[in-house]
């Protein structure tokens, strides 16, 4: 009867729910609670962390939170420690970062007594890819926060200063402290004059939530902004350029966090231009950068056509350069071998350059799973790449470890995440997409958490109840049956779902060459480069499937430390989720479930499809819980993934059967559209 009766409550008091357009995140307001906040000193970000547990408050009413900047040998860096109602940390950011620690605790039904938190990386920073016309690569939560076009462009509006402070706030929220605020693909024109006048205005509205600015900067600055001829790291007049150009910016951004350089990658200038190296171009600028505390995240994204496997080419480029480096130099990794695919092992970067500081860079716009469209939680992906063993110094080097300073000495430690926060008034496109921005702070915070945990936490915080009054504490229960348990197990399976649907047993890089969107296993044309085709990588033909990186193919497992090495060259041992990636198998190869290689792939991709039905399901039957705008953005977008599941399925697998002649499975769904219909249609056209 209890049962009964607190459902009747959830449905009556939400049922007048507000509509809400997700601009409030995961910080939505709830009536506070009295709280009497105090403090040593005054300061403005003291200030902010008062306003924040005064205005958010949701813990007994008339409590008293004292505020203390203390030295503690247990809090590292921007840490803190919480205990009976003290928030102490041993600078003012920890103390900001404690109390959204606590009012999180306290909404989600956490311990706030004997809290110990540090942040495992320095500098945890999101690389936001906007372009200074104002659009976005990758990105799809409308327009630039920073830049737009036309005459007006380096005028700052108030209300440009609002969105950057609520932006800087979000970050802090969850313990991102530093912002590359244009593309990796960048403009020299960042570098110039005019435009640091508008990164000085942008670090001004950020800094009194700790959040630092970094610029991507083009390598040929000094030729297209300095009027030099060589861009040469060695040249003294190029030298002096970057100094002089360094000590400007710090005239005006005395706390400016230093350079993100993408070079010698997919046609952006490097050194190797002047036949230098990667350590002749990084350790230039971090020595112009290092006076002032500034460092250079030097991106290890490097290709090119030369080589039988694209997968090997970072490791090669790199290792050899190991202990060559300045300390205020740290090399930038994707997660994987490739590029930021639905599933890839982890780079075999991680752990083998063990004199260099190394950063993982993880991708929070869906550039490669479904855009704004697909709903996928991405914090198992990232999650499965942070607790990925190593073994570079034995069993238990996971990438976390080997590049949070657990095992290895570094200087600075930090993370990127690659993010699609625009102009969106939700910020991310997709209401769940913020989930995925939300999980990189978490885990930049404590690369330890579950996914489990944080998706919870961001659940609770995004889409409980507003009101707290007693009645609706009674329907505590309905709502976490009804709404949180679901949805929860949604997200967590989301992720897995993409990959089945996508590219499964190990399959990679895939897609249509409209804009990373789609399935186009087939796309081939001439006169571009192969190892920007699909064939290159799922290499189908009559007998079989898959890349062989083992010693009969490229020799990429050589990269990573045994027992890996033995591991992925067995393929009775490789675990089945890389199968296809390490191994070239016949289509009739035997899988552990018994099946053949080509039945269990289209169990998968049926799987896929299957999962992600079931999701509207789940969906719908979480309406009462849920604003009617949100509700059906949502449902809209599902409506939308499972034409696109569906179509990945009948495309792939019928692709495939043209070179392996077989039959589907006898109690599997036939496909309901033609490979010929598919193969000619634009993924987003196709009805």
Not at 5 to 26: D, P, Q, R
Not at 169 to 195: E, K, Q
Not at 383 to 403: A, F, I, P, R
């Amino acid at each position: 009867m209890k049962i009964i009766l607190s459902f009747v409550v959830v449905l009556l008091c939400i049922g007048t729910l507000k509509a809400e357009n997700g601009y409030e995140l995961w910080l939505r307001k709830h009536p506070a609670k009295a709280v009497n906040v105090t403090t040593s000193k005054q300061s403005a970000v003291l200030d902010m962390a008062k306003k924040e547990l005064t205005e958010g408050w949701q813990g007994k009413a008339g409590s008293t939170i004292k505020l203390i900047v203390k030295a503690d040998k247990d809090i590292k860096g921007d840490g803190f420690k919480i205990n009976e109602g003290v928030i102490q940390a041993n600078n003012e950011l920890g103390i900001l970062y404690g109390a959204f620690e606590l009012l999180r605790r306290v909404q989600t039904g956490e311990t706030t007594d004997n809290v110990v938190s540090n942040p495992s990386y320095q500098r945890r920073v999101l690389n936001q890819w906007d372009n200074l016309n104002g659009s976005m690569e990758h990105g799809f939560g409308g327009n630039s926060l920073f830049w737009h076009k036309g005459k007006d462009s380096l005028t700052v509006t108030d209300a440009e200063r609002n969105r950057w402070r609520d932006y800087a706030r979000a970050n802090a929220s969850i313990g991102i402290n530093g912002s590359v605020i244009d593309n990796v693909n960048a403009s020299p024109m960042v570098l110039s004059t005019p435009y640091l006048g508008k990164v000085k205005e942008i670090a001004a509205s950020m800094r009194p939530y700790g959040v630092r600015i970094y610029l991507a900067v083009n390598f040929a600055s000094p030729i297209k902004v300095g009027g030099l001829k060589t861009a040469d790291p060695l040249d003294p007049g190029v030298i002096k350029w970057w100094q002089d150009k360094a000590k400007e910016i710090y005239a005006l951004i005395p706390d400016f966090g230093g350079f993100l350089v993408k070079a010698n990658s997919e046609g952006q200038p490097g050194p190797q231009d002047y036949k230098r190296t990667h350590v002749d171009g990084a350790n230039m600028m971090a020595d112009a950068l290092k006076p002032y505390g500034g460092i250079v995240m030097w991106r290890a994204f490097v290709y090119s056509t030369t080589d039988a496997d694209r997968a090997k080419q970072a490791y090669q480029e790199f290792v050899p350069l190991d202990g060559k480096f300045r300390d205020n130099v740290i090399i930038q990794v994707k997660n994987g071998p490739v590029d930021f695919q639905p599933r890839e092992p982890f780079s075999p970067l991680f752990g083998a350059m063990k004199k260099t500081s190394v950063m993982p860079e993880f991708q929070i716009t869906q550039e490669y799973l479904g855009h704004a469209i697909h709903l996928v939680f991405l914090s198992s992906m990232w999650e499965e790449c942070l607790k990925s063993d190593t073994y570079q110094e034995g069993e238990g080097s996971t990438v976390g470890k080997v590049t949070d300073g657990s095992i290895y000495p570094q200087k600075y430690t930090a993370i990127a995440g690659v993010a699609n926060v625009g102009l969106d008034s939700s910020w991310c496109g997709h209401p769940f997409a913020a989930a995925n921005w939300y999980a990189f702070g978490r885990l930049a915070w404590n690369n330890t958490l579950t996914s489990d945990q944080i998706a919870k936490e961001w659940l609770v915080q995004t889409f409980s109840p507003r009101e707290t009054n007693e009645t609706l504490l009674t329907a505590t229960t309905a709502w976490n049956s009804g709404f949180l348990l679901p949805v929860k197990k949604m997200m967590l399976q989301s992720r897995e779902a993409a990959v089945n649907y996508m590219m499964p047993l190990g399959l990679h890089h895939m897609f249509s060459a409209y804009e990373h969107y789609g399935p186009g296993p087939w796309y081939a044309p001439p006169r571009v480069r192969v190892d920007w085709t699909p064939p290159y990588y799922h290499k189908a033909d009559a007998k079989g499937l898959g890349f062989d990186r083992t010693k009969t193919g490229s020799d990429a497992i050589s990269q990573y430390k045994e027992p890996l090495q033995s591991v992925f060259a067995d393929v009775n041992k490789t675990p089945e989720i890389y199968l296809l990636w390490f191994h070239h198998l016949p289509w009739d190869y035997k899988m552990k479930s018994g099946r053949s290689l080509w039945e269990e792939l289209c169990y998968k991709y049926q799987d896929g499809l299957t999962t992600v039905r079931d999701f509207q399901k789940i969906w719908d039957n979480a309406k009462p819980y849920v604003d009617s705008q949100r509700f059906a953005d949502v449902q809209t977008r599902l409506m939308r993934q499972t034409r696109d599941a569906q179509i990945w399925k009948d495309g792939v697998l019928q692709y495939f059967q043209t070179f392996n002649n077989l039959p589907f499975p006898p109690d599997m769904e036939r496909p309901m559209t033609t490979l010929k219909y598919i193969e000619a249609t634009p993924p987003l056209n196709i009805k």
